[in-house]
């Protein structure tokens, strides 16, 4: 047999859990077709993995790079963290289907990045086709976003549904695990999501189960209402019939110490039959305009009807009040401020330099202001144009997580680059450049939290299984030649985190030690150096 590439004294970690093992790998026509001990004179190419590990490649079950991958198809800051395949659509937040009154709201919800593409789909099916013509460095699974679905038929209203409305979304639905959907997400803490009731999103939820699809959902509040939240989650799967997977499940501020609630409604919903699992990402802060941390009427348009909004005294009141009544609950961050810890919330970007490094509480403490009117007037002095890290995770509690055999790694990012119309006015955001390569050197490395062979399964075959990809996650003849080659003592994450200094190292830079990455067989990073090629596939259900 004769090999297009020939990998060749690797240590092979093949994505199941278990340990490494000495095997050259032989690949041709974009799969792997040999293990062992292999003739190196049948190869065209040869790739020397001497001292390092061969891994499948990592797949991110929870990614948000829908829009970025029609601006960037190389995909620079995934490809250079060994991400091969993500799965896109998350949090309800799909970029289609999308009607007549659902396309502005959709490209104002995307911000300045909106003007960047042409919006010119309107099905699932034709974003995908979109995708698939252009190109792409990676493999894309697509969800399907139960936000962008109700927006599509009943916009932005805050109300339960009409049988008619209930009857349409459904139809979008079907039509869109037909275009290739995996499954269903919602996002239940951000409109329109957050308006919708349990019957709904099982009705909805038995039309994905009907192909096969997953359930992936950000759950209706991760802080006060997590346990609850959770439940629901649960009861859709079961009562729709079909795989839950929860997303970034662990507790924001508000909600710490409540793993030992949540993780055993895992454990007893898998021991009556619910496929249900999670992920999550190891950042503990989390970067945001001030005004997203608002209610959700506040800035469900968009950054201009915020402006609008939080200039009227009266509104200024409501807004207090709700999110301290958390009506509607709200994304993490928005726990910082329900609990008044203004500390934890530090500008990182503004018009105004003397800003930066700053938290609300000090700012406050300078001008001798009220912290929740400082927080207002800041959105206001700076056109809506000032950002913060909220840091609003407990360390130990990831910890936990990632021992938890339940539980995949993710990033909850999207691709970026160091160069071009993406790395201007980059946002602080490290799970975009370098989540992979941080739990490898922090957790695996260093700390010795969890086995390399266990971290590697949770972000290959374990994700890969959730998402139904059965040719991929492992590496076995057969399988889509999807690789990653590292070497785990000289790999170095480069991202920017708060505790590196962020406001002197910012922004961020693409991880070392990642030697070789490979999509379907063709090579997208040599000695760390990426190409232009694009061998990415979109997968269908």
Request: glycine share 8%; charged share 25%.
């Amino acid at each position: 047999m004769s090999y297009d590439i020939l990998i060749t004294n690797g240590r092979v970690l093949d994505g199941t859990g278990n340990p490494w093992f000495s095997a050259d790998i032989g690949i041709q026509y974009s799969r792997i077709v040999a293990l062992g001990t292999l003739d190196k004179r049948k190869a065209k190419r040869v790739l020397d993995a001497d001292g390092c590990y061969v891994t499948p490649g990592f797949i991110d079950i929870h990614s948000h790079s829908d829009l970025t991958l029609l601006i960037l198809p190389t995909a620079d800051s995934r490809i250079r963290q060994g991400i091969t395949t993500e799965l896109n659509g998350n949090c309800g937040a799909s970029l289609a289907p999308v009607s007549a009154q659902s396309r502005e709201l959709l490209q104002k919800t995307h911000g300045k990045l909106a003007g960047l593409v042409s919006w010119k789909w309107q099905s699932l099916g034709d974003y995908l086709k979109i995708l698939e013509t252009q190109g792409v460095a990676l493999n894309v699974g697509q969800l399907v976003g139960h936000g962008t679905i109700r927006m599509a038929v009943m916009g932005l209203e805050a109300r339960k549904t009409t049988a008619k409305e209930l009857e349409e979304m459904k139809g979008l639905v079907a039509q869109s695990m037909e275009d290739g959907a995996l499954g269903l997400s919602s996002g239940l803490v951000y409109p329109p999501g957050c308006y919708s009731d349990t019957e709904e999103l099982v009705a909805l939820c038995k039309v994905v189960a009907r192909y096969g699809g997953i359930y992936t959902s950000h759950t209706r509040g991760e802080r006060e209402t997590i346990v609850e939240a959770l439940k629901e989650a649960i009861e859709i799967g079961e009562r729709a019939g079909l795989p839950v997977q929860v997303s970034h499940n662990c507790p924001k501020y508000g909600g710490w110490g409540n793993l030992k609630q949540t993780l055993p409604l895992y454990e007893a919903a898998r021991a009556r039959g619910i496929e249900i699992t999670l992920d999550n990402d190891a950042h503990t802060d989390y970067a945001s305009s001030l005004w997203e941390a608002l209610p959700q009427w506040a800035y469900q348009q968009g950054q201009e009807q915020a402006l609008a909004i939080i200039g009227d005294n009266r509104n200024r009141r409501r807004i207090k009040e709700e999110i301290e009544q958390d009506k509607y609950p709200g994304f993490g961050p928005i726990g910082l401020l329900k609990h008044k810890r203004w500390e934890r919330i530090v500008i990182y970007k503004a018009r105004n330099n003397a800003l930066i490094g700053k938290s609300i509480r000090q700012i406050a403490r300078e001008r001798k202001a009220r912290c929740f009117d400082t927080y207002l007037d800041l959105i206001i002095e700076e056109n809506g144009e000032v950002e913060a890290i909220f840091d609003y995770i407990h360390p130990e509690e990831i910890r936990q997580l990632l021992k938890h055999p339940l539980m995949m790694v993710c990033s909850d990012a999207y691709a970026l680059s160091r160069e071009g119309v993406l790395a201007q006015d980059a946002p602080y955001y490290p799970c975009c450049f370098g989540e992979y390569s941080y739990i490898l050197e922090k957790f695996v490395r260093e700390e010795k939290l969890i086995t390399l062979q266990e971290a590697i399964r949770k972000m290959t075959s374990f994700p890969a299984q959730k998402a139904g990809l059965r040719d991929r996650g492992i590496i076995r003849p057969g399988m889509w030649a999807d690789l990653v080659i590292f070497d785990l003592e000289k790999l170095k994450d480069k991202s920017t985190r708060v505790s590196r200094d962020i406001f002197e190292n910012y922004p961020h830079d693409y991880p070392e030690g990642i030697n070789y990455v490979l999509v379907n067989g063709v090579v997208v990073l040599k000695n760390g150096n990426q190409t232009s090629i694009l061998p990415g596939k979109v997968l269908r259900i």
